[in-house]
């Protein structure tokens, strides 16, 4: 199944006093070029996201962002209220020994100031918590796999399209290849006619054969028909196809362009041209095939 290398999804897990939300958007990258934002308190957690990003999304342009909303408002400083009540028991004693009157306000600024007064805890994550933040980046690479399909199907019919329309080009180059000899012979002929020379008949019937015979684009059709039929096979047939693909496209680039070169004839170079325009396209297409 073709999928495409763009893509957004989301997960949410929700706990009895926290929400996480996990959010994964993906564009067309040569290789997995991963950025990770989450924050502080799943840092622990970061390895297993990695190696869970990796296994689902392959290749591209990834951007994670963790998110966590907490239900209830918590704070990870702590008041160390023992200590707190003793500090404001000195303070209010060295404030009436050295004769100043100290407002509550101010004892209570100066005292949360003291050492080990206020503290900050580091918050544990909980087996359950880490749990939630695993199946919610599951669930985001999960919706963001279904839209890369989605997207991957688009964008496989419209390469099938546009590989038909190259044959159908290369098709219709065939009523000119007779006449295209027949000029050809012609002109040489009309050329040599000027020179008011002496010419060996079989010796320019041979050389005429081994020139038309340069100019012959059989092999070039035949191959670049190979090439479509490689190209479908491998669409229709193989996951993450998108680097083979590429190879494909250029592989009936070549053919195009020799038959481009070997054309010597203006209406197939006119359906060259339209062959080279569908072949580009078909290769911006695939840089966004995984």
Same mark, same amino acid.
């Given at each position: 199944?073709?999928?495409?290398?763009?893509?957004? %999804?989301? %997960?949410?897990?929700?706990?009895?006093?926290?929400?996480?939300?996990?959010?994964?958007?993906?564009?067309?990258?040569?290789?997995?070029?991963?950025?990770?934002?989450?924050?502080?308190?799943?840092?622990?957690?970061?390895?297993?996201?990695?190696?869970?990003?990796?296994?689902?999304?392959?290749?591209?342009?990834?951007?994670?962002?963790?998110? &966590?909303? @907490?239900?209830?408002?918590?704070? +990870?400083?702590?008041?160390?209220?023992?200590?707190?009540?003793?500090?404001?028991?000195?303070?209010?004693?060295?404030?009436?020994?050295?004769?100043?009157?100290?407002?509550?306000?101010?004892?209570?600024?100066?005292?949360?100031?003291? +050492?080990?007064?206020?503290?900050?805890?580091?918050?544990?994550?909980? *087996? *359950?918590?880490?749990?939630?933040?695993?199946?919610?980046?599951?669930?985001?690479?999960?919706?963001?796999?279904?839209?890369?399909?989605?997207?991957?199907?688009?964008?496989?019919?419209?390469?099938?399209?546009? &590989?038909?329309?190259?044959?159908?080009?290369?098709?219709?180059?065939? +009523?000119?290849?007779?006449?295209?000899?027949?000029?050809?012979?012609?002109?040489?002929?009309? @050329?040599?006619?000027?020179?008011?020379? *002496? &010419?060996?008949?079989?010796?320019?019937?041979? *050389?005429?054969?081994?020139?038309?015979?340069?100019?012959?684009?059989?092999? =070039?059709?035949?191959?670049?028909?190979?090439?479509?039929?490689?190209?479908?096979?491998?669409?229709?047939?193989?996951?993450?196809?998108?680097?083979?693909?590429?190879?494909?496209?250029?592989?009936? %680039?070549?053919?195009?362009?020799?038959?481009?070169?070997?054309?010597?004839?203006?209406?197939?170079?006119?359906?060259? &041209?339209?062959?080279?325009?569908?072949?580009?396209?078909?290769? =911006?297409?695939?840089?966004?095939?995984?």
């Amino acid at each position: 199944m073709t999928k495409s290398m763009t893509g957004f %999804g989301k %997960g949410e897990a929700t706990l009895k006093d926290k929400k996480i939300t996990v959010e994964i958007r993906s564009l067309n990258s040569k290789q997995l070029d991963l950025s990770l934002r989450l924050p502080a308190l799943y840092r622990q957690s970061e390895y297993e996201i990695r190696t869970l990003a990796a296994r689902r999304l392959v290749r591209g342009k990834v951007d994670i962002y963790v998110t &966590v909303e @907490n239900q209830k408002i918590q704070t +990870p400083a702590r008041i160390d209220r023992e200590l707190f009540r003793e500090y404001v028991g000195q303070a209010k004693q060295a404030a009436e020994y050295a004769g100043i009157e100290a407002s509550a306000d101010a004892l209570t600024t100066a005292v949360l100031r003291m +050492p080990e007064v206020v503290a900050t805890q580091t918050e544990a994550v909980s *087996e *359950e918590e880490h749990a939630a933040l695993l199946a919610a980046t599951e669930a985001a690479a999960d919706r963001l796999d279904a839209f890369r399909t989605q997207e991957g199907e688009i964008l496989m019919a419209d390469l099938l399209r546009r &590989v038909e329309l190259i044959e159908r080009y290369k098709e219709e180059v065939v +009523p000119y290849e007779k006449d295209r000899t027949e000029t050809v012979k012609a002109r040489i002929l009309e @050329n040599l006619s000027k020179l008011n020379a *002496e &010419v060996d008949r079989n010796r320019l019937e041979q *050389e005429m054969i081994f020139y038309l015979e340069k100019l012959d684009i059989t092999e =070039e059709k035949v191959r670049l028909t190979n090439h479509c039929n490689y190209f479908r096979e491998v669409a229709r047939s193989e996951e993450a196809a998108g680097r083979k693909l590429g190879f494909i496209a250029q592989e009936m %680039g070549r053919e195009i362009n020799t038959l481009g070169s070997k054309a010597n004839e203006a209406n197939i170079q006119i359906l060259v &041209v339209k062959m080279k325009d569908e072949l580009e396209k078909i290769k =911006e297409q695939v840089l966004n095939i995984l």
